[in-house]
């Protein structure tokens, strides 16, 4: 049977999606990007030798009997251009011996994306830890010193847009929190070098990620529009 892989369409659900096989243990995972050209080798190679074609049903069956299995999970990052995700579980499977996989689990391997990571962590309230995506140290870090800058030299416009684009950092839990350590950051920094001076108007709330389906298309479709799109 002819398979024709499937290319999300959001990052949103690709962050969801990675974070879901995560959690029923595909902990173990190593990727890359490849331009349109290349892809559907990439997707052959991968079925043929780590079987990411197969069904719930012949999962549930290679896990009965201790094998591992492997899902890839793709998204248009740029303009023919895929970003993809291997993630393996434990067991027997070729993967652990043909690619070299990281550990989800392990805080020095994290799963990073667009400068986001995915971690576990408690939240208020809860029982246990979850999975959740917030920036890496390098993205917060550059956000802290970026609003800094930006209110010392008084560039307003800058300012806004850089608000505007706070507001737009995917909702999960991790990145929510960030994103409020910022703003208070950016009032208290507004207060010390700005003084009574209006600060640029703030939206009074910061979205939640909300689950999303995994809208896709097929990696045929997706590779004719290319076709279609070349000049």
Not at 68 to 88: D, H, I, K, Q, Y
Not at 171 to 186: I, P
Request: glycine fraction near 8%; include cysteine; aromatic fraction near 8%.
């Amino acid at each position: 049977m002819h398979y024709d892989h499937p290319i999300l369409l959001h990052k949103t659900a690709l962050m969801q999606r990675i974070a879901d096989w995560v959690r029923v243990g595909y902990r173990y995972w190593t990727s890359g990007s490849v331009e349109a050209g290349k892809a559907a080798a990439l997707v052959r190679k991968f079925a043929r030798y780590y079987r990411i074609d197969l069904d719930r049903n012949r999962r549930a069956r290679a896990k009965k009997a201790g094998e591992g299995c492997a899902v890839l999970l793709t998204w248009e990052s740029s303009p023919g251009v895929l970003a993809w995700f291997l993630l393996v579980s434990p067991g027997d499977h070729p993967a652990h011996q043909l690619e070299r996989l990281r550990d989800a689990l392990d805080p020095q391997s994290r799963i990073t994306l667009t400068g986001y990571e995915l971690i576990r962590a408690t939240r208020p309230g809860a029982a246990a830890p979850s999975w959740t995506w917030r920036m890496t140290a390098s993205t917060y870090t550059d956000w802290r010193r970026r609003i800094i800058d930006m209110v010392r030299r008084g560039d307003g416009l800058t300012l806004r847009q850089a608000i505007v684009s706070l507001h737009r950092v995917p909702g999960f839990a991790g990145s929510r929190s960030q994103v409020k350590k910022c703003l208070t950051l950016l009032k208290a920094e507004w207060k010390r070098s700005r003084g009574s001076e209006a600060l640029p108007a703030l939206p009074k709330l910061l979205p939640y990620v909300r689950r999303v389906g995994s809208a896709s298309v097929g990696l045929s479709a997706w590779l004719g529009c290319r076709q279609r799109a070349a000049p």
